[in-house]
C-alpha cells in the first residue's frame, strides 16, 4: 500500500517536472484533481504498456476562436470589424477587458458548423479552418476590439447581420446581440462582385427582419470603405457590466 | 491483404483526468462550455447540459461550439491516435478526423464535466491477425516481392474498426 502510493505519487511528480519547463507554468491548478483515478478510458489491461510519454510535451493552448483575422481562407469582399464595447453602469465609459465573441456566416450564407462536417461526418484536425468567421477578442482600455474578416452574405429569410455575444471578463455573459448593415452596400458588394453577385440582393430587409425590425436603430453599423479596398464596419454596443 | 480499415478510437474524459493533456482538455472544454452555454440558457434557468439539450432548441450545437477549445490539443498530439499502442508499445495509428461530443456537464458543477473525443485513423491495410492482434501496414501497399513495414496491436476497449474497404 504505502509503496504503491509512492510508486504513484512519484509518478506523478515526475509527470509535473517533465511538463513544468515546457508548458507556460501550472497555470491549471484550479478543479478537481481527485487521485483516485477512475477515468481515462486508456488501453485495457492486456495491451503493450507505454515506452513513450504522450508525444511532445502539452501546453495550455487557448481556443481556437482566440484571434483577430476569422478568415480562414473564406473568399469575400475584406471587411474590418471594429466594435466598441461601453458600459450603461459606468456612464457609458468604455469596458476594457470584456470578452466579445462574434460570429456571422459566408459570402454565400453558410456558418462555419453547417460546412464543417457536411452530412454530419468527421472534422479533421487538418482543416485548420473548422471554426472559420468566428472569433474572440478581449476589449483594450478604450472597449474595441478589432477583426478582420470578409463581407457576410445573407441567407432566407434574414437581414445580412454579425452575431455578437459580449461576456465580461470572469465570462459571465453581459449579452447576446447582432449586428445590421446598412442596406445601399449590401447591394452594392452583392451584385457587383462574386461570389456574392451569384445570389443577388438580399431578400429580407432591415426593416423587414424579425430580429432588427424593432430595434434598428442601436444595431444598424457604420459601414465605410469600398470593394476594391475592403470596408470598414464600426459599431457600438452598450452593455450594462 | 483482408481490406482497407479506419479505426475509431472513443476517448472518454472528465473529472479524473490524471495526464496533463488530458486535464487541459477537460478544463479549457468546460470554460468553453460555460462560456457558450450561456447563449442557449440566458434566463438561467438551466444548471445541466442535458436540461439544456432537451429544453432549449439548438442546444446541441454546443457539441460544434465547444469543440473550438480543444482544437488546438489535437494538433498538439501531431497526427497519432493517442493511448493505442503498437506492441513496441509506441504510439502509430495516424489520424486526422476526429468528432468531439459533450457526453455530461454542468455550470454548476464541473466535477460532471464529461466530454468524447472520436478519433478516426486515417486507412491502414490489414493484412492479417495473429493471436489477438491484426497486423497492418500504416505506410500503404507495396508491389510484390517489396518489403512491407507493418505495425502490430491490439483491439481494445474504446477501439473499433469504424470502415471496411474490401480488396479490389
Given amino acids: 500500500m504505502e509503496r504503491k502510493l509512492f510508486l504513484r505519487n512519484g509518478l506523478a511528480a515526475l509527470g509535473i517536472a517533465a511538463v513544468v519547463p515546457l508548458a507556460n507554468a501550472c497555470k491549471k491548478s484550479s478543479g478537481s484533481d481527485s487521485s483516485s483515478g477512475s477515468s481515462s478510458s486508456g488501453s485495457s489491461s492486456c495491451t503493450a504498456t507505454g515506452s513513450e510519454t504522450a508525444g511532445p510535451y502539452p501546453t495550455v493552448t487557448p481556443s481556437s476562436y482566440v484571434r483577430s483575422n476569422i478568415t480562414d481562407g473564406q473568399t469575400g469582399v475584406a471587411l474590418t470589424i471594429k466594435?466598441?464595447?461601453?458600459?450603461?453602469?459606468?456612464s457609458c465609459a468604455a469596458l476594457s477587458g470584456a470578452?466579445?465573441?462574434?460570429?456571422?456566416?459566408?459570402?454565400?450564407?453558410?456558418?462555419?458548423?453547417?460546412?464543417?462536417t457536411p452530412g454530419g461526418g468527421y472534422a479533421t484536425v487538418d482543416y485548420t479552418a473548422s471554426h472559420f468567421l468566428r472569433g474572440r477578442q478581449t476589449t483594450d482600455a478604450n472597449g474595441l476590439v478589432t477583426f478582420t474578416s470578409i463581407f457576410p452574405g445573407w441567407y432566407s429569410p434574414r437581414a445580412p447581420h454579425i452575431h455578437a455575444h459580449i461576456y465580461n471578463s470572469s465570462g459571465t455573459s453581459l449579452l447576446v446581440s447582432q449586428i445590421a448593415f446598412p442596406t445601399d452596400i449590401c447591394n452594392t458588394v452583392y451584385t457587383t462582385v462574386s461570389p456574392y453577385s451569384n445570389r443577388g440582393v438580399q431578400d429580407t430587409a432591415n426593416s423587414a427582419d424579425m430580429v432588427f425590425s424593432d430595434s434598428l436603430s442601436t444595431e444598424l453599423s457604420s459601414v465605410t470603405g469600398s470593394v476594391s479596398a475592403g470596408y470598414v464596419l464600426t459599431h457600438t454596443i452598450y452593455v450594462s457590466a | 491483404m483482408k481490406g482497407i480499415i479506419r479505426l475509431q478510437y472513443r476517448k472518454i474524459i472528465g473529472a479524473g483526468a490524471q495526464q496533463p493533456?488530458?486535464?487541459?482538455?477537460?478544463?479549457?472544454?468546460?470554460?468553453?462550455?460555460?462560456?457558450?452555454?450561456?447563449?442557449y440558457n440566458q434566463e438561467k434557468k438551466y444548471s445541466?447540459?442535458?436540461e439544456l439539450i432537451a429544453h432549449v432548441p439548438n442546444a446541441e450545437k454546443l457539441h460544434f461550439l465547444v469543440s473550438a477549445s480543444v482544437v488546438g490539443y489535437l494538433r498538439q498530439l501531431n497526427g497519432k491516435i493517442p493511448d493505442i499502442l503498437n506492441n513496441a508499445g509506441k504510439l502509430f495509428l495516424p489520424f486526422k478526423g476526429y468528432r468531439f461530443e459533450i457526453i455530461q456537464s454542468d455550470i454548476r458543477d464541473k466535477s460532471k464535466h464529461q466530454v468524447a473525443i472520436n478519433f478516426i485513423s486515417e486507412p491502414v491495410i490489414w493484412y492479417d491477425t495473429i493471436g489477438d492482434q491484426l497486423l497492418v501496414s500504416v505506410n500503404g501497399d507495396k508491389e510484390a516481392g517489396e518489403e512491407i513495414l507493418t505495425e502490430q496491436f491490439s483491439m481494445q476497449p474504446f477501439l473499433s474498426i469504424y470502415s471496411l474497404k474490401k480488396p479490389v
Fill in chain 2, 21 to 39: 493533456w488530458e486535464k487541459y482538455v477537460f478544463n479549457d472544454s468546460h470554460a468553453e462550455f460555460l462560456l457558450q452555454a450561456q447563449l
Fill in chain 1, 83 to 90: 466594435i466598441t464595447i461601453k458600459n450603461l453602469n459606468n
Fill in chain 1, 99 to 116: 470578452l466579445v465573441d462574434i460570429w456571422h456566416c459566408t459570402a454565400l450564407g453558410y456558418y462555419s458548423e453547417y460546412t464543417d
Fill in chain 2, 48 to 50: 445541466s447540459f442535458s
